[in-house]
Antibody, heavy 117, light 111 residues
Framework: EVQLVESGGGLVQPGGSLRLSCAAS????????MSWVRQAPGKGLEWVSF????????HYAESVKGRLTISRDNAKNSLYLQMNSLRVEDTALYYC???????????WGQGTLVTVS | QSALTQPASVSGSPGQSITIPCTGT?????????VSWYQQHPGKAPKLMIY???NRPSGVSSRFSGSKSGNTASLTISGLQAEDEADYYC???????????FGGGTKLTVL
């Protein structure tokens, strides 16, 4: 079964740090670019960050530049999001999503909740 | 940078057709054929329904279709069913430092 499972969310104070992880299974992780997308409580979707297959291309939303860092370990089939200098407005459910091409995301995890308070 | 513009809500009766518009600019919707649509039921992860403006992933009902005219993309759902009640989000590639942008979402109510 193709699956993405996020972990690492939790409650953190403003200015604190968290590291999110996303474990991929059921597909060839090394051949897909990946993204993080977040959803604040009761709000819409917001794209956060993208990483290409070899980590050679990385992009961030303006709202997180300089504070969040995306990375991946293809040997471990895992995607990461290092979150530093967290703000109250970073509170959201964070999804990892597989980029299937054409700038679309075809597989999503169940999300991990980050609460900054 | 602003999100794509979607109506907050739409509604329709079972069996009817509805259309959800998604308005952007020439830098995103109008300038590229990379519009996607996602369905999200409460408490669930989003599901890809349409990619590249009008293409359906395997397993998505043919009742769902996508189109684009100028800076506005549209999702049409025909033969509305109760299970179609959900939030729908459009997304587009954008020529900027932030390559992906979502719409604010539309809540579909099946009456």
């Amino acid at each position: 079964e193709v699956q993405l499972v996020e972990s690492g969310g939790g409650l953190v104070q403003p200015g604190g740090s968290l590291r999110l992880s996303c474990a991929a299974s059921g597909f060839s992780f090394t051949t897909y670019s990946m993204s993080w997308v977040r959803q604040a409580p009761g709000k819409g979707l917001e794209w956060v960050s993208f990483i290409s297959t070899t980590s050679g291309s990385i992009h961030y939303a303006e709202s997180v530049k300089g504070r969040l860092t995306i990375s991946r370990d293809n040997a471990k089939n895992s995607l990461y999001l290092q979150m530093n200098s967290l703000r109250v407005e970073d509170t959201a459910l964070y999804y990892c999503a597989r980029d299937c091409g054409d700038y679309s995301f075809d597989i999503w995890g169940q999300g991990t909740l980050v609460t900054v308070s | 940078q602003s999100a794509l513009t979607q109506p907050a809500s739409v509604s329709g009766s079972p069996g009817q057709s509805i259309t959800i518009p998604c308005t952007g600019t020439s830098s995103d919707v109008g300038g590229h054929n990379y519009v996607s649509w996602y369905q999200q039921h409460p408490g669930k992860a989003p599901k890809l329904m349409i990619y590249a403006v009008s293409n359906r992933p395997s397993g998505v009902s043919s009742r769902f279709s996508g189109s684009k005219s100028g800076n506005t993309a549209s999702l049409t759902i025909s033969g509305l069913q109760a299970e179609d009640e959900a939030d729908y989000y459009c997304s587009s590639y954008r020529s900027s430092s932030t390559p992906w942008v979502f719409g604010g979402g539309t809540k579909l109510t099946v009456l």
